[in-house]
């Protein structure tokens, strides 16, 4: 049998002692904090030694996970403090150790990178994503060359346009194939990862299927899957409703460099809660508005749902429909008001400065009395003309061509100063 064989079997659920002949988990609070152990049902080898903290995290998984299977075949009882039901305690713990699942998924998928670098550097650039990465690897392996045979695998979980990348860049990589020591590490921290992401998903579900009567506000207003996906990533129905309204669009959001400009519909934040049903129900041009405006009732049906107040979820319901008719109203088109006139006409002169300034300046461009004689000619003689630039000029009263100071060519002090300096 090969390790990856191993590997796949470590993954077979097998009934603890104590469950097989109680029905129920034995919940033991007390840890080993000297040495971590691991259970048998989960993934073991070189990987865990290397990264401690997922094999810390693994050996509080298990026990995790069956407990969600034991609560998930007993019926749900919602009487008196919900804070002391036991199984509101699982949520809490779940949603936390759920958030613990993600840090541990970037490690191991840093890990996969190192490892996997000197076969196919190409590839961390080229997939971001640490789940699809890690099925990548998987498919890969040592047969770079040959991934245009894999492409139907790659494409199950692959956009069509990341393939075709994928496969101009396996033709030109210059990378090493791995020994079978390195094979078999890169393979088993790909299996661990994706145990983690099957058990993160096998967590929400189940925070999903109960939210509607721990936190029936945020449920009835979102729906339970994107709740659970917050709290998830909040910490809890705690962290929730602590939370900046304006940080829950960007939680659960992803970056891929190859998708940009490829349908891009500009905005950023499309994390969880873009992803709901509510938003997916807005058209395009008013989904930023959306965001903002679900975010902020979000954070308050879980303060709702924090003093545990309108268990029956009518608040999420209102709190829906007030959404729901802000964007209806943003979605109306303008009223049309009609063509507005013109304002009458003011014919009321605009009021001047006075003083020495304001006439010295109006003196500048005022009619000269040469001016005014020469508009003027005299009873029963002739005018006297005169010629300029080939035109007749009349100097009507004006003997001769006299000459007016007022138009004269006007020099600032300065100016002034500065021509007596250079003569």
Same mark, same amino acid.
Do not use: W
């Given at each position: 049998? @090969?390790?990856?064989?191993?590997?796949?079997?470590?993954?077979?659920?097998?009934?603890?002692?104590?469950?097989?002949?109680?029905? @129920? /988990?034995?919940?033991?609070?007390?840890?080993?904090?000297?040495?971590?152990?691991?259970?048998?049902?989960?993934?073991?080898?070189?990987?865990?030694?290397?990264?401690?903290?997922?094999?810390?995290?693994?050996?509080?998984? =298990?026990?995790?996970?069956?407990?969600?299977?034991?609560?998930?075949?007993?019926?749900?009882?919602?009487?008196?403090?919900?804070?002391?039901? /036991?199984?509101?305690?699982?949520?809490?713990?779940?949603?936390?150790?759920?958030?613990?699942?993600? =840090?541990?998924?970037?490690?191991?998928?840093?890990?996969?990178?190192?490892?996997?670098? /000197?076969?196919?550097?190409?590839?961390?650039?080229?997939?971001?994503?640490?789940?699809?990465?890690?099925?990548?690897?998987?498919?890969? *392996?040592?047969?770079?060359?040959?991934?245009?045979?894999?492409?139907? *695998?790659?494409?199950?979980?692959?956009?069509?346009?990341?393939?075709?990348?994928?496969?101009?860049?396996? @033709? =030109?990589?210059?990378?090493?194939?791995?020994?079978?020591?390195?094979?078999?590490?890169?393979?088993?921290?790909?299996?661990?990862?994706?145990?983690?992401?099957?058990?993160?998903?096998?967590?929400?579900?189940?925070?999903?299927?109960?939210?509607?009567?721990? *936190?029936?506000?945020?449920?009835?207003?979102?729906?339970?899957?994107?709740?659970?996906?917050?709290?998830?990533?909040?910490?809890?129905?705690?962290?929730?409703?602590?939370?900046?309204?304006?940080?829950?669009?960007?939680?659960?959001?992803?970056?891929?460099?190859? =998708?940009?400009?490829?349908?891009?519909?500009?905005?950023?934040? $499309?994390?969880?809660?873009?992803?709901?049903?509510?938003?997916?129900?807005?058209?395009?041009?008013?989904?930023?508005?959306?965001?903002?405006?679900?975010?902020?009732?979000?954070?308050?049906?879980?303060?709702?749902?924090?003093?545990?107040?309108?268990?029956?979820? @009518?608040?999420?319901?209102?709190?829906?429909?007030?959404?729901?008719?802000?964007?209806?109203?943003?979605?109306?088109? /303008?009223?049309?008001?009609?063509?507005? *006139?013109?304002?009458?006409?003011?014919?009321?002169?605009?009021?001047?400065?006075?003083?020495?300034?304001?006439?010295?300046?109006?003196?500048?461009?005022?009619?000269?009395?040469?001016?005014?004689?020469?508009?003027?000619?005299?009873?029963? #003689?002739?005018?006297?003309?005169? #010629?300029?630039?080939?035109?007749?000029?009349?100097?009507?009263?004006?003997?001769?061509?006299?000459?007016?100071?007022?138009?004269?060519?006007?020099?600032?002090?300065?100016?002034? $100063?500065?021509?007596?300096?250079?003569?």
């Amino acid at each position: 049998m @090969s390790l990856a064989d191993e590997l796949l079997a470590d993954f077979s659920p097998s009934p603890s002692p104590s469950q097989s002949r109680s029905g @129920s /988990p034995e919940i033991n609070d007390e840890e080993d904090k000297g040495h971590v152990q691991v259970d048998e049902n989960v993934p073991k080898g070189q990987v865990l030694f290397e990264l401690e903290s997922t094999a810390r995290l693994l050996s509080h998984l =298990t026990p995790l996970l069956e407990k969600i299977v034991y609560f998930q075949g007993q019926p749900s009882i919602a009487e008196g403090n919900i804070e002391d039901n /036991p199984e509101y305690k699982l949520l809490v713990d779940a949603n936390t150790l759920a958030v613990e699942i993600v =840090t541990e998924i970037v490690n191991v998928h840093k890990y996969i990178k190192e490892k996997y670098y /000197p076969r196919f550097p190409e590839l961390e650039s080229l997939i971001l994503n640490p789940v699809d990465y890690s099925k990548a690897v998987e498919i890969i *392996a040592n047969d770079v060359k040959s991934v245009t045979l894999k492409s139907k *695998a790659l494409s199950e979980f692959l956009q069509a346009a990341t393939v075709m990348v994928i496969t101009v860049s396996s @033709s =030109t990589s210059s990378g090493r194939d791995l020994s079978a020591t390195e094979l078999g590490l890169v393979q088993e921290s790909c299996h661990i990862l994706l145990y983690l992401d099957s058990a993160r998903h096998q967590i929400t579900s189940y925070v999903a299927a109960k939210l509607s009567l721990f *936190a029936p506000n945020v449920a009835a207003l979102i729906g339970p899957e994107t709740a659970a996906q917050l709290f998830s990533i909040a910490g809890g129905l705690t962290g929730l409703s602590k939370m900046p309204s304006c940080n829950i669009p960007s939680m659960g959001s992803k970056r891929d460099t190859l =998708t940009i400009g490829l349908g891009h519909t500009g905005i950023r934040q $499309q994390g969880f809660l873009y992803h709901s049903p509510l938003i997916q129900s807005v058209p395009m041009d008013l989904r930023k508005n959306a965001l903002r405006i679900l975010a902020g009732k979000v954070v308050l049906a879980a303060r709702i749902d924090r003093v545990h107040q309108s268990v029956d979820g @009518s608040e999420g319901r209102r709190l829906e429909q007030e959404v729901l008719e802000k964007l209806e109203k943003l979605g109306e088109p /303008p009223t049309n008001k009609g063509a507005k *006139a013109l304002p009458v006409p003011d014919d009321k002169l605009s009021k001047k400065r006075g003083g020495r300034r304001a006439r010295k300046y109006k003196e500048r461009f005022a009619m000269t009395d040469l001016r005014k004689a020469q508009n003027r000619i005299r009873f029963g #003689e002739n005018e006297d003309n005169g #010629e300029s630039l080939d035109e007749s000029i009349g100097y009507g009263r004006v003997r001769g061509p006299g000459i007016s100071s007022a138009s004269d060519a006007r020099l600032s002090k300065g100016m002034q $100063q500065r021509l007596k300096n250079l003569n």
